[in-house]
């Protein structure tokens, strides 16, 4: 009998594992977002710009997001803490058009009890008629001029560029909960987890902001600058009669891949509002974004943002607070989509609010904070697996698992929370 040749034998294994190398590396090639791909559109465009048209137009659009939510934490002496509850966690209708190629218009309500509408978030709180949806909430409600060319003005109450967390569409972003630190820098006017009006803006102020993005190819530049009153969703002026913050931001795109800057430097409305003396303090906050993909339609994406803020406070002590999360998904099938999110928040001599009082104000009520006088430090890390069903219409399925591990001394405490939720996103034309 012959024996086999050991040099044929070997070459035949080793050309079959570079089949299935060349194989794989073809397979997971394909996952890959090409170069030449159009760029995203920038979020400024997608709320602030309507396609050129020269009759008017109306689009009656929204989300409806119904879910569950279940959170507990566990203290190191001992304690067991947390809730169960079914939610709401978005009700957004809206409308946008246009009255003729040169004049957009964005409106958006908030009707659900959530971190955006926080007169209606927080149990307790006098005035805030916490737990009964009894109150509505605008978001947006403003309109764009496209008179210049290269440069759109948008007026009124709007998004603002800074965390591109904040500024993703509730419809499609690629998980539940937002980061901590977008919740306690974005969303907030102070650093801290968002509170009621006098210390929130939910990702959104009163003011103009010129903006725009032009592509070329897999190239897109898009830049915005805006100046405003530093209070937030409370229309209101700020504590000096005038506005007083600006807000700077530019993004790069290249086929697959972002990256994007906002500065923002000002006063920020926290206590009294409706130019009340000494009601308001400096703030100086920064954020960095990095993306590989479109976490909207890529199968396989990876995503970095970073936040930086440094406030006065009463008392003219300085807080800072840092945070960033790190996050990638894949999509195995066309219909699934899995995600992992770590995320990490610190700040560090943060003047804590006790208790909120209520005062008149020009506009009705007004939630102002007391402080219980102590610097606080709080460090956190946080880990986030996402499963989400794609379904046809826009409408997606979630299911989320949040462990957080709070370090702060001289209590740890571990929270582990379950966020359920469907979206549903509608759109009617109602003027064509």
Known sequence: MKKPNKKLTWLARALGAGAMLTTSVAAFAGLLPSMNEKPMTAWTMVYGKEKPQQKPSALLFGVIQPGYAYSQTS???????????????????????????????????????????????????????????????????????????GVHLEVGQMMIPFSEE????????????????????DYNEFIGPPGPDSLFNGVREMGVM?????????????????????????????????????????????????????????????AGGGGAPGSSYRQRKYAIDA?????????LWAWYEYQHANDTQPGGSSGTARGWFAAAGYRPVKHFMAVFRY????????LPVGSFGQAASPVGPLLTPSYNGSLTTTSLNQKSLIGIYLARNGVRYYLEYDRTHMNNEPKLADDNAVSVMVSLPFGVRLIH
């Open 210 to 270: 010129a903006f725009n993005q032009v592509m070329r190819g897999p190239l897109a530049v898009d830049y915005a600058l805006g100046y405003f009153n530093g209070t937030g969703l409370s229309q209101t002026g700020s504590s000096m009669d005038h506005p007083d913050q600006i807000l700077v931001h530019g993004g790069v795109d290249y086929g697959p891949f972002g990256l994007a800057g906002s500065i923002e430097n000002g006063r920020q409305v926290i």
């Open 75 to 149: 203290n190191a002496n001992g304690t067991v803490n947390g809730y169960s509850q079914f939610k709401f966690y978005r009700v957004r209708p809206g409308i946008r058009g246009s009255i003729g190629p040169n004049i957009d218009y964005f409106f958006l309500a908030e009707f659900a009890n959530n971190a955006a509408n926080p007169n209606a978030y927080y149990p307790g709180v006098p005035g805030s008629n916490a737990g009964t949806g009894a109150r509505a909430r605008i978001l947006d409600a403003n309109v764009t001029l496209n008179y210049i060319p």
């Open 291 to 299: 993306r590989w993909g479109n976490f909207a339609k890529d199968p």
């Open 166 to 185: 904040g500024l993703a569409a509730a419809g499609i972003l690629p998980w539940i909960n937002y980061s901590p630190a977008t919740l306690s820098i």
């Open 343 to 350: 995320s990490t928040y610190n700040s560090e001599n943060v």
